[in-house]
């Protein structure tokens, strides 16, 4: 009886550390952070003119009616509903209804061995492979391993070397590398 218990600990355990494995590079829309580059709308339901759309600049702060300049960058979407209605509630509102969503995200980069390496728009869902798709395809010398992304997390960059089918994020650098024959 013993025996079987932990056997299947073993594979619960497993299971549960391959699936944070799978998980470590793909993006959780829910915690999603944002960055210089995504655009956002506010509502604020029944004040039309606290409602914006606006594209965060580079400094990483917006300024916002009544509440003067906000730092949203490295903020999730409810941490920004909540900064906002903080902010409004009592001086200016009374329990004010707020919804931030993003409108556009940041784009991905892509070079090395593409036929069209650039800027693109993100969009969920998007592996290397599709990524590459979007930049005209892989050339004749690509390398389908060894490709490399570089992605900031926590105000830190780093290099991951990923597949083709990899999950990408907004604001990735992907770099494919040519094959050696």
Do not use: W
């Amino acid at each position: 009886m013993e025996k079987s218990v932990r056997y299947v600990l073993t594979f619960v355990l497993l299971l549960f550390v391959c699936n944070a494995a799978a998980q470590e590079g793909n993006v959780n829309m829910s915690q999603y952070r944002l960055g210089v580059g995504d655009k956002i709308l506010i509502k604020v339901f029944g004040q039309s003119d606290l409602s914006m759309e606006t594209r965060i600049p580079d400094v990483g702060k917006i300024n916002y009616p009544f509440l003067g300049d906000l730092k949203l960058v490295g903020l999730t979407l409810s941490e920004v509903e909540s900064l906002i209605y903080d902010g409004l509630e009592g001086d200016y509102l009374i329990n004010p209804s707020i919804a931030v969503s993003i409108v556009e995200y940041r784009p991905f980069f892509i070079d090395g061995e593409v036929k069209s390496p650039g800027g693109y728009p993100y969009q969920p869902g998007l592996s290397v492979n599709k990524a590459a798709a979007l930049a005209g395809g892989y050339t004749e010398r690509a390398s389908r391993s060894d490709i490399q992304i570089i992605r900031e997390k926590n105000g830190q960059q780093r290099t991951i070397e990923v597949d083709v089918g990899h999950l990408i994020q907004p604001g990735d650098i992907i770099t494919v590398p040519q094959r050696f024959f």
